[in-house]
């Protein structure tokens, strides 16, 4: 993605501006053209499109779970512009076609890197494995610490928010979405 670096680099000298620092001072003078790169990273999910990375695919007989646990994933709240970060589980059932691991990893990372709201994020990445691996089921539990609570309003640090989003099987079946919770929660700890 690319952002319009200038654009950025105006509006966070306005900023300090606007709080009260001078960004001409020592430790300011390269502080806008470095949140611009910043943005430019954490942002980089905006353009892309996760189903295309989901859907290089295997064919494969495998019907059982699989499962990924306790990816780091970072994000940014897009009522206050502040991180909210932890750790994401995903679960699929396969129906004769698989994806490679590293692919939910980089779905899940596209999503992420956008203004974002966890139980939207949480969705959007049950769906786009629903949609392009055509999955039995898929399960997306995600925990988070969010410095909007943390650092301000509430400070309630240490505070995490978890969401779920569970489709197909495991909304249909009992015994597999109890399985796919057990084996789920033990990187909920």
């Known amino acids: 993605m690319t952002i319009d670096s200038a654009r950025v680099e105006h509006a966070i000298r306005e900023l300090l501006l606007a709080i009260g620092e ?48 306790d990816m780091p994933f970072y994000s940014l709240c897009e009522h206050h512009l502040l991180p909210f970060f932890g750790t994401a589980h995903v679960a699929y059932i396969p129906h004769g076609k698989i994806v490679g691991i590293s692919k939910l990893a980089r779905a899940v990372d596209i999503f992420a890197k956008r203004p974002q709201v966890q139980e939207r994020l949480t969705s959007q990445i049950a769906d ?17 610490e969010h410095l909007c609570m943390s650092m301000r309003g509430v400070r309630k ?24 919770l057990s084996l789920l929660q033990e990187g909920l700890h």
């Open 128 to 144: 786009a494995i629903m949609e392009t691996v055509e999955p039995s089921g898929a399960a997306v539990v995600m925990r988070a």
């Open 157 to 180: 640090p240490g505070t995490s928010i978890v969401t779920s989003a569970l489709r197909g099987v495991f909304v249909s079946d009992e015994a597999t979405r109890a399985e796919a």
């Open 22 to 69: 001078n960004p001409e001072r020592e430790g300011l003078r390269d502080t806008p053209e470095r949140v611009a790169r910043m943005y430019e990273e954490i942002s980089g999910g905006i353009d892309q499109d996760a189903r295309q990375v989901l859907s290089v695919q295997f064919d494969e007989s495998h019907q059982e779970m699989v499962l990924m646990r």
